[in-house]
């Protein structure tokens, strides 16, 4: 009986050990594929109020006010001097405020 479970043991040690192989290569040659066809059909935009920062990727541009529509959704980005959707604040604190 022990003699007939070690042959199925291994059998199933190789068949996931190929699945796990062609699952990766199979991700690999996705991703090849997609970075390959947004460098030649240039299909990525961002979106006009983003820009590139090296540390946090993408941020907000300061004081930018855009209408954007994408889809179904449409509506208004405004930004602040310090690149946030609030109102615009100053970074000095008010007297008598401690937080």
Partial sequence: ???????????????????LLALFFCSCLGEVAVR?????????????????????????????????SRGCFAGEVVTNRWGMRDRDRSLDRAQGNFG
């Fill in 1 to 19: 009986m022990r003699e007939e479970a070690a042959p199925r043991l291994k059998k199933g040690v190789f068949a996931s050990i190929f699945v």
């Fill in 36 to 68: 390959v066809a947004t460098y030649y059909l240039h299909s990525f935009k961002s979106a006009p109020f983003r820009q590139y920062d090296p540390v946090l990727g993408v941020s907000l541009i300061p004081n930018k006010r855009v209408l954007d």
